[in-house]
């Protein structure tokens, strides 16, 4: 039982570049989830999904795009990487809405130059 | 609407010091209340939870109590071990009809223990 993998572990990219972080679970959660982790920001949420098929926007949607075909896998598009998006991030999950608590990837630390 | 505020860090201590990281909330309902630790180079684990008003969440020696006349989730330890050193964020899950589950960081509280 792996629980949330996320890859790459580390990433650079110029400025304009597109790329995909993935993000995947294997203990058949519906609720996925992205969030970015700032220094003195906490953590922000950028995009979920209560299930294959459906997402929905967070916090901070912008410059981001997600999708949900399986109920295992979570990709997060950067379309036109930006300074901006230098962060880490990191991907959860959890078996329900509400109340459940969340399971996190180890994360993926992105430089945007 | 819903956010947390954490006491500002770095918070160094020595070993065997007691602890308090300060975490109050605003949300509309009943929210459940979570403390997150972040190990260096690591993601975040849950350490404990609090579900309703006047339960004690606990783990590993620390300890948080749901207080909602004062809207405080308070994180205590007695003894605080070098292996503690990490970051603690305080979250909420706002109340049941929330959509997606989703949670509401305080900006965390980075804690160093000195042997």
């Known amino acids: 039982n792996a629980g949330v993998t996320q890859t790459p572990k580390f990433q650079v990219l110029k400025t304009g570049q597109s790329m995909t972080l993935q993000c995947a679970q294997d203990?058949?959660?519906?609720?996925m989830s992205w969030y970015r982790q700032d220094p003195g920001m906490g953590l922000r949420l950028i995009h979920y999904s209560v299930g294959a098929g459906i997402t929905d926007q967070g916090e901070v949607p912008n410059g981001y795009n997600v999708s949900r075909s399986t109920t295992e896998d979570f990709p997060l598009r950067l379309l036109s990487a930006a300074p901006s998006q230098t962060s880490v991030y990191f991907c959860a999950s959890s078996p329900g809405t509400g109340l459940m608590e969340q399971y996190f990837g180890p994360g993926t630390r992105l430089t945007v130059t | 609407g819903n956010s947390v505020t954490q006491m500002e860090g770095p918070v160094t201590l020595s070993e065997e010091a007691f602890l308090t990281i300060n975490c109050t909330y605003t949300?509309?309902?009943?929210?459940?209340l979570f403390w997150y630790v972040q190990y260096p180079g690591e993601g975040l684990q849950l350490l404990l939870k609090a579900t309703k008003a006047d339960d004690k969440g606990s783990n590993k020696g620390f300890e948080a109590t749901y207080r909602k006349e004062t809207t405080s989730f308070h994180l205590e330890k007695g003894s605080v071990q070098v292996s503690d050193s990490a970051v603690y964020f305080c979250a909420l899950s706002p109340s049941r009809g929330n959509q997606g589950g989703k949670l509401i960081f305080g900006q965390g509280t980075e804690l160093s223990v000195k042997p």
């Open positions: 949300a509309t309902g009943y929210p459940s």
């Open positions: 203990m058949n959660h519906e609720y």
